[in-house]
């Protein structure tokens, strides 16, 4: 089975800094698909960026952006210009060949104004 | 479009109660999930159905049922509630079960088993 790990249980940033959240996973899969899903206190999912794992590029919108480094297996995410609508638990999660979406345990990120 | 709906928002049984989660998708989506979230644990997979017709089991089935009533609609039914299973609950769509499909969340149902 597949594992997505995030170390960082909580994290803060001011207002208009950059933070970046860590992800690692495992995987003995080459074709797989990343995602960072941030859920607001609202409790919606909502999709904030993707990666394909055939692609060196790393993918970008807008604010956010990710680190992807296929041989460490590590799929981080930027945020610039922190805002305070960013304040959300951020979860990782892998899909690979078996078409199962696997979760990391999320990281809660605060804003600070 | 309101894209993912769940209901009830909130619900709170007594042990040994039945219940049914319904989840409804208005985006045409091949693929429906059911997951539950519980405090310091990602999002684990209950059941899935890849198409209109099937479904298959996830991580944490045991305790559960689902049905497709059709191409929009997936229920979760819970014959014989146990405290174990207070949690939150989100149903998701994709458009097939690919790993390429991003999928799409409801705003998440949560249930207190008493």
């Known amino acids: 089975a597949q594992t997505v790990t995030q170390s960082q249980p909580e994290m803060s940033v001011q207002e208009a800094e950059t933070v970046t959240l860590s992800c690692t996973y495992d995987t003995s899969e080459s074709n797989y698909y990343l995602f960072w899903y941030k859920q607001p206190p609202s409790r919606q999912m909502i999709l904030v960026i993707r990666q394909e794992a055939y692609k060196q590029q790393n993918a970008t919108e807008n604010r956010f952006s990710v680190n992807f480094q296929k041989a460490a297996k590590s799929f981080s995410l930027k945020i610039s210009d922190s805002q305070l609508g960013d304040t959300a638990m951020y979860f990782c999660a892998f899909s690979g060949t078996g078409n199962q979406f696997y979760f990391g345990t999320g990281t809660s990120l605060t804003v600070i104004p | ?114």
């Open chain 2, 1 to 114: 479009n309101a894209g993912v709906t769940q209901t009830p928002k909130f619900q709170v049984l007594k042990t040994g109660q039945s219940m049914t989660l319904q989840c409804a998708q208005d985006m045409n989506h091949n693929s429906m999930y059911w997951y539950r979230q519980d405090p310091g644990m990602g999002l684990r997979l209950i059941y899935y159905s890849a198409s209109e017709g099937t479904t298959d089991k996830g991580e944490v089935p045991n305790g559960y049922n689902v049905s497709r009533l059709n191409k929009r609609e997936f229920s979760l039914r819970l014959e014989s509630a146990a405290p174990s299973q207070t949690s939150v609950y989100f149903c998701a769509s994709s458009a097939y079960r690919g790993p390429a499909d991003t999928q799409y969340f409801g705003p998440g149902t949560r249930l207190t088993v008493l």
